[in-house]
Nanobody, 123 residues
Framework: QGQLVESGGGSVQAGGSLRLSCTYSGVPFTGARMGWLRQATGKEREGVAGIGPGGEPTYADSVKGRFVITKDNSGNTLYLEMNDLETEDSGIYYC?????????????????WGQGTQVTVSS
């Protein structure tokens, strides 16, 4: 059925860095696209970064220049390198996958999700 497991979350001060990882198995979608999405307390879930099957990325404007999404197909792992973190980056970060070839930030496009990992950025 497929499984995604996130790791790497934690607490960091503003300006710091974190690297999130997502190991996935049994992804059922040919040409699956993957992404990182987050949900802050009291806010809707939003796309942070997406990556297509060919490795092409897309980013939310709020994280451009600070976050980098990469995928290691041989290791079945998705990464999110987060630099220069801001307090507004706090939230639960989810790894997700769905069918399609174009990277997207739209939560509705993702059909399978991990359990999430908490990221807390303090000032």
């Amino acid at each position: 059925q497929g499984q995604l497991v996130e790791s790497g979350g934690g607490s960091v001060q503003a300006g710091g860095s974190l690297r999130l990882s997502c190991t996935y198995s049994g992804v059922p979608f040919t040409g699956a696209r993957m992404g990182w999405l987050r949900q802050a307390t009291g806010k809707e879930r939003e796309g942070v970064a997406g990556i297509g099957p060919g490795g092409e990325p897309t980013y939310a404007d709020s994280v451009k220049g600070r976050f980098v999404i990469t995928k290691d197909n041989s290791g079945n792992t998705l990464y999110l390198e987060m630099n220069d973190l801001e307090t507004e980056d706090s939230g639960i970060y989810y790894c997700a996958t769905g069918p399609g070839y174009i990277p997207t930030l739209m939560p509705a496009a993702y059909l399978r999700w991990g359990q999430g990992t908490q990221v807390t950025v303090s000032s």
